[in-house]
């Protein structure tokens, strides 16, 4: 008898589930530092990670079971916990470091800014210390597991970048070779699970499927088509959407505000200290109104952190009003099919940092993504016939759905749930249904040890889902000069989307040339919109794409080739079992191959 | 003894869940969020003694520091209470001048919080189902650890009477394990001072 395993390695918690032949899927407690003087147990390992001062723990503080050496840093509750108090020290949004590409990934820049941090770590090794965490806990659970069967869930909207780096940091953690699966995927694969033969009921051939993910600080957008006939359905991932970061987070900090200022208004300011508390107290209240609509305000306590609790506490009121206004309203407005969010904060500058969603408004990135589904699934023919053919192109100027599938810890509020519905259906001009039976907290991790299950055993229905992007690499024009114009860059299509697991692709019927022996820039591009683009096919500006990633390397010239020489090349795109796209050159005459792997690294 | 006090921090604790819910009646507010503080310790401290005592560590093993003490993992649960739920500055606060606003308002901190640490650490249910009011019958053999009679009772049972508070129990226990096995003190502290640091 085997176990499977799940790994939710999310932005704000972490989770793991496992999976028996048995049939068994249960979420695995997690051992982790609860606080300064003990360990203890947690279905979530908060992804949290606290670097603390020389002198803030004498004896080495809180060890864990596993652990022998004193370690320079804790992970889960306690780091969540304490980081809140020394924000300086809290490394809290690794991945979302993980996938920005303007970071350095590999380098030690986390915690962001912060001035009092002696070693700081990288997005990689903030990855690879909570799933080291995670692999402790799932040892002590299952001493003797097989851990080639797990998969770690990722968000759709990684690219191919933060994809291979997250299985860099399962190697590095001692995973060993493990599988990535998207997250609202890995929502849908839970959802079978829980609905067991009951799933096929609420869904049929034709229909175009929304799972709509918002987290503590993220929006994931994924559309998956449900195609076959004869009652063998077949279902495939057909559209992913950005990264955004934009979520529950930022409605209690927005509500906070709004209590915050009504109390200045009253004649009160509150100190730093005591905001903090005002967005916990925010979060519960908010939670109460949207659940019980007979609520009509929620009292807030914030205490201050004296010790005299009676007599400065502070007394606010969160009303049914603000919540409807900010939360309802503000980041779930009834909008038209054609408001788009605002990309950028007017000005030239922006603070560096993490790229936060400019616009709160998630009923427009929700327009945006099915807008652009729509754009790419037109350059298609084979999508065009996965969404039952070009009428739905027609309805509407947005690719739109049939069913949603909620999930993230916002949609745990009925309100919120039938608000997206409502504005779905308004676009759609007929009701959009959800589809029931979903469990927004831990449906991620207990659909991926589903799915290590599935596909160990190759029993139950897969999501047809290859590369969520097709991929360019730029290349030199050959065009002559013209004085006052630089060529344009032109972009090779190396890889299509939807290139499956396993998958090669050579492309043929071309020749390259490749400067070996000098410094040489490599230009790397991706698009979400454009399924039609076929590998080998050379667009003329690569202005139209997004750019990546750049690669500065010298490449050694082969045996018998001198430096500064161009060196005949075969280029073929892979996509290997584990989901990692490489792009190989092959010099035929050498032997040489050399491969870029899309978390640029040559090897 | 320990079933007295499993039962009396029940009957505190069920006081306070009463009170809690009646805000009307939070003229008594305060004094029964303390008199929950004070049963959940006593809850607490009779399921330490009920946990059967680890084998002692054989004397051929390599020394190690002794095992945590059952005070030291009081004082930590007590510690827990603070941080979340701010029971000590309450209790410890002069309350005689504050008005029952001021003593609400900081109820609502010590219930969010000591409310959290219980529904993390404890899995705790009603003994009894049957609405408070209702009548029932104990037979003999009943499980008199489980109920704690009033009023004029015979020398047997079958008792009849009526439901006053259905009890609590608490099916599990997970707080966290002590792990500063070299502390300097017996215990750790309840709150360490906080000083908000401005620069060096």
Redesign the interface.
């Known amino acids: 008898m085997s176990d499977y395993f799940g790994i939710d390695l999310g932005t704000s918690n972490c989770a793991i589930a496992r999976a028996t032949d048995a049939g068994l899927l249960e979420i695995l407690p997690i051992t982790q530092v609860?606080?300064?003087?003990?360990?203890?147990?947690?279905p979530l390992l908060p992804s949290s990670l606290y670097i603390p001062a020389a002198g803030e723990f004498p004896?080495?503080?809180?060890?864990l079971p596993w652990q022998e050496a004193e370690s320079h840093w804790f992970l889960g509750t306690f780091a969540r916990d304490r980081g809140v108090l020394q924000p300086d020290r809290l490394i809290a949004s690794g991945k979302s470091w993980l996938c920005h590409p303007h970071a350095d990934r590999r380098g030690p820049i986390l915690p962001w800014g912060s001035t009092t941090v002696g070693k700081k770590l990288s997005p990689l090794e903030v990855s690879r210390e909570l799933l080291a965490h995670l692999l402790a806990n799932i040892r002590a659970a299952s001493p003797a597991a097989k851990l080639e069967h797990a998969v770690i869930t990722v968000p759709a909207s990684f690219d191919e970048v933060a994809r291979a780096l997250t299985l860099e940091a399962a190697t590095q953690a001692g995973l060993g070779v493990v599988t990535l699966l998207e997250e609202p995927q890995a929502a849908f694969y839970a959802w079978t699970e829980n609905q067991g033969a009951e799933w096929r009921r609420q869904v049929k051939s034709g229909d175009l499927l929304l799972v709509c993910d918002v987290g503590g600080g993220t929006a994931d957008f994924s559309l998956i088509a449900v195609t076959g006939k004869d009652g063998n359905l077949a279902l495939e991932r057909i559209a992913v959407g950005e990264h955004l970061l934009l979520g529950g987070d930022n409605m209690d900090l927005a509500l906070a505000h709004a209590v915050s200022e009504k109390l200045i208004a009253a004649g009160t300011t509150l100190d730093e200290w005591q905001f903090l508390a005002l967005v916990h107290?925010v979060r519960?209240a908010k939670e109460a109104l949207l659940s019980n609509p007979s609520l009509q305000e929620t009292?807030?306590?914030i205490?201050s952190?004296g010790?005299?609790?009676?007599?400065s506490?502070?007394?606010a009121v969160l009303t049914r009003g603000d919540v409807q206004q900010i939360a309802v309203d503000g980041f779930f407005p009834i909008v038209g099919d054609d408001e788009m969010p605002i990309l950028r904060r007017a000005g030239g500058l922006r603070e560096s940092g993490l790229p936060y969603a400019a616009d709160a408004a998630i009923s427009k990135h929700l327009a945006r993504f099915l807008s652009r589904a729509k754009a790419n699934a037109a350059s298609s023919p084979q999508l065009i016939e996965a969404i039952g053919g070009s009428a739905r192109l027609d309805r509407s100027p947005l690719l739109l759905p049939d069913a949603v599938l909620f999930n993230g810890g916002v949609f745990n509020a009925a309100a919120l749930r039938q608000r997206v519905l409502e504005q779905l259906s308004q676009w759609a001009g007929t009701p959009i249904r959800e589809l029931e039976g979903s469990r927004p907290d831990h449906a991620v991790a207990l659909g991926a040890a589903a799915y290590a299950r599935l596909r160990a055993t190759g029993e139950g229905l897969r999501i047809k889902s290859g590369t969520a992007r097709s991929y360019y690499i730029g290349m030199e024009s050959s065009a002559m000069a013209v004085p006052g114009r630089r060529p344009a860059t032109k972009a090779l299509c190396v890889a299509p989307q939807g290139m499956e697991e396993g998958s090669r692709l050579e492309i043929s019927g071309q020749e390259f040339f490749l400067y070996t022996g000098e410094a040489s820039e490599f230009r790397f591009f991706q698009s979400e919109v454009r399924a039609g683009d076929q590998a080998g096919q050379m667009l003329p500006d690569a202005a139209e794409l997004e750019e990546s990633a750049r690669l500065q390397i010298e490449i050694p010239p082969p045996a018998g080739h001198q430096p500064g020489e161009e060196i005949p090349v075969r280029l073929e795109a892979r996509v290997t079992e584990l989901g990692n796209l490489e792009l190989h050159f092959l010099h035929p005459a050498s032997g040489e191959n050399w491969k870029l792997e899309f978390n640029v690294r040559l090897q | 003894m320990k079933n007295s006090l499993i039962a009396s921090g029940a009957v505190l604790l069920g006081l306070n869940a009463a009170s809690v819910y009646f805000p009307q009646q939070n003229l008594t507010l305060a004094a029964q969020t303390v008199s929950a503080a004070i049963g959940m310790v006593l809850v607490f401290l009779a399921i330490r003694r009920q946990t059967p005592r680890k084998p002692e560590v054989a004397a051929t093993s390599k020394p190690t520091t002794p095992p945590p003490r059952a005070e030291a993992e009081i004082v930590a649960f007590l510690a827990l209470l603070q941080e979340h739920g701010r029971l000590v500055d309450f209790a410890k606060e002069d309350i005689a001048a504050a008005s029952d606003a001021q003593i609400g308002s900081a109820a609502r901190v010590v219930h969010a919080g000591c409310r959290k640490v219980l529904d993390e650490y404890f899995d705790i249910a009603p003994l009894q189902n049957a609405p408070e009011g209702s009548s029932l019958t104990l037979e003999s053999g009943y499980d008199a650890h489980t109920f704690r009679l009033l009023g004029s009772v015979p020398e047997h049972p079958p008792y009849k009477g009526k439901l006053l508070h259905p009890g609590w129990i608490a099916q599990s226990v997970k707080l966290p394990r002590l792990t500063g096995t070299t502390e300097t003190r017996p215990w750790p502290v309840l709150a360490p001072a906080e000083v908000e640091v401005s620069g060096n």
């Open positions: 609860i606080n300064a003087s003990g360990i203890g147990e947690r004896e080495g503080g809180p060890k107290a519960a009292p807030i306590s205490p952190r010790s005299r609790l009676i007599a506490t502070i007394s």
